[in-house]
Nanobody, 120 residues
Framework: QVQLVESGGGLVQAGGSLRLSCAASGIIYNINAMGWYRQAPGKERELVAR???????SYADSVKGRFTISRGNAKNTVLLQMNSLEPEDTAVYYC??????????????WGQGTQVTVSS
């Protein structure tokens, strides 16, 4: 069973920084892409940043220049460095992996979510 485990959320003042990490575990032969989504209260879940296996990166317009997604040193890990945080960044952040090839199947997976709260 493939699992995504996130860490690094918390409470920070506006202008501060946090780093999120996500590790995929289980029998994994390949992952097409990993990324981060977020969902604020009363809002839909939205893509924050995504990185493909080939290294292509995309960001939501609202985080460009402030957030950086990268692969971790360990296999099947992804990091999200968040700088210049704003109260509007407050949300539950979810790690997502799509196109995960495992035991002959291909599926998408979500992490359990980690809370990021930015105080003004």
């Amino acid at each position: 069973q493939v699992q995504l485990v996130e860490s690094g959320g918390g409470l920070v003042q506006a202008g501060g920084s946090l780093r999120l990490s996500c590790a995929a575990s289980g029998i994994i032969y390949n992952i097409n892409a990993m990324g981060w989504y977020r969902q604020a209260p009363g809002k839909e879940r939205e893509l924050v940043a995504r990185i493909t296996g080939g290294g292509s990166i995309s960001y939501a317009d609202s985080v460009k220049g402030r957030f950086t997604i990268s692969r971790g040193n360990a296999k099947n890990t992804v990091l999200l460095q968040m700088n210049s945080l704003e109260p509007e960044d407050t949300a539950v952040y979810y790690c997502h992996a799509d196109g995960v090839r495992s035991k002959g199947l291909v599926a998408n997976f979500w992490g359990q979510g980690t809370q990021v709260t930015v105080s003004s």
